[in-house]
């Protein structure tokens, strides 16, 4: 049997990331590639070695290439325990870092206004060469035109209510419902305006609102996968 690509965006806080953790113990021999994780590093490597503000970050990253941006940063990934880590300057940033709300911002800023066009190059043929020999899990956005070949393109969703809730829990004591509710419908504006929420013929539409766990949200994807 051939191996298969499966393409998984979603709106801000619906669960994408965790969904594909918990896919990688049913779907054999896969791996994930957290294309979203690699751009969150770029992002960060850029605020940190320039301190640069978001309006900063806006202004100045309409002209340019993230794939070169991405090698003069020293940004690089591995994959480690069958899915993406990225790296920046041989140092490893973890998920907490990349996840943080202001990163978060940032990227959603900056993928909406860059030239992604050598970055989205890259990521195909990262794609096809793991394709060789994995099931590969692809988290991001913008998915159908990095990798029109998509075997499934699969769009999570939640009510906004239930993506407030499971952003509250992931930051913690310190979050508030306001801020964090603000930020994610900052986020989907930003999204939707970058054209990153579109829908095509081959979308297929999960909605996890009703799902307690991560794996109940995973096994109702499952159930739209033919493997």
């Known amino acids: 049997m051939n191996n298969i690509v499966i393409g998984i965006e979603g709106l801000v806080g619906s669960g994408k990331t965790s969904i594909c953790k ?22 960060y ?40 880590v990225i790296y920046v300057n041989n140092k490893k940033i973890n998920d907490e870092i990349l996840q943080s709300k202001e ?13 992604n066009t050598a970055f989205y190059d890259f990521a195909r043929t990262l ?6 020999n994995f099931n ?19 769009f999570i969703e939640a009510s906004l209510d239930e993506r ?21 419908v900052s986020r989907d504006e930003l999204q939707e ?4 929420y579109k829908i095509y013929d081959k979308t297929i539409k999960i909605d996890v609102t009703k799902c307690s766990t991560v794996e109940e949200s995973a096994q109702k994807v499952l159930k739209e996968l033919h493997i």
């Open 22 to 43: 918990e896919l990688l113990k049913y779907i054999p021999n896969s791996i994930i590639l957290h294309g979203g994780n690699l751009y969150r590093g770029i992002v």
């Open 45 to 84: 490597a850029l605020m940190s070695s320039k301190n640069i503000n978001i309006k900063e970050l806006k202004d100045n990253v309409k002209n340019v290439n993230i794939k070169e941006l991405m090698n003069k940063l020293g940004v690089e990934f591995k994959i480690e325990d069958r899915e993406t």
């Open 103 to 115: 990163n978060s911002i940032a990227v959603s800023i900056a993928g909406g206004n860059a030239d």
């Open 127 to 132: 794609i096809d060469m793991y394709k060789q």
């Open 136 to 154: 590969v899990i692809v988290s991001g956005r913008d998915l159908i035109n990095i990798y029109p070949d998509l075997d499934y393109h699969l």
């Open 164 to 184: 407030i809730k499971r952003k509250l829990k992931q930051y913690g004591n310190n979050a508030n419902y306001e801020e964090i509710k603000k930020n994610i």
């Open 193 to 196: 305006k970058a054209g990153y």
